[in-house]
């Protein structure tokens, strides 16, 4: 059965915002909009999200950090986490991966790029789905 994917943005440059809304849409995702970290995480309690794109650096909770508390939420499913930076040393690269982000996109970001890594975040989401659906269905028939 296939899945709409849901994805949350969190950026605090609101033209990066609408950009990215823009393309998700075009997309066919159902996108869910957040203003910074904090509006992020509080969206992210709210509802069940597949794939987070965040920005590094926003006021109040900044990506990374956004990253760890997703991470830390053991009542959600695995959620792909993709870090929008301008960023660009090694170091950074290490860093934003240390705090759980599965991938990096540059800014300015390329719509074909940001669509091809979308995509791989999907086979990934879905994998993991298949997954969690086989290990529930070997638990179940070894209990009978």
């Excluded at 992210?44 to 597949?50: A, E, G, R």
Aim: hydrophobic content about 40%.
């Amino acid at each position: 059965m296939e899945r709409v994917m849901k994805i949350l943005i969190a950026d605090d440059d609101p033209v990066s915002r609408r950009l990215l809304q823009s393309y998700l849409e075009k997309w066919e995702y159902e996108v869910t909009v957040a203003k910074d970290g904090s509006e992020a995480w509080q969206c992210f309690q709210d509802d069940d999200f597949s794939l987070v794109i965040c920005d590094w650096m926003m006021p109040g909770i900044d990506g990374p950090d956004l990253i760890r508390r997703i991470r830390a939420a053991r009542d959600h499913a695995y959620v792909y986490a993709l870090l929008l930076t301008a960023k660009s040393k090694k170091g950074d690269l290490v860093e934003g991966m240390e705090s759980g982000a599965d991938d990096f996109i540059s800014k300015p970001f390329n719509h074909d790029e940001l669509h091809v890594r979308l995509r791989a975040g999907e086979r990934i989401i879905n994998l993991e789905r298949s997954l969690r659906e086989t290990q529930e269905a070997l638990r179940k028939s070894q209990h009978e």
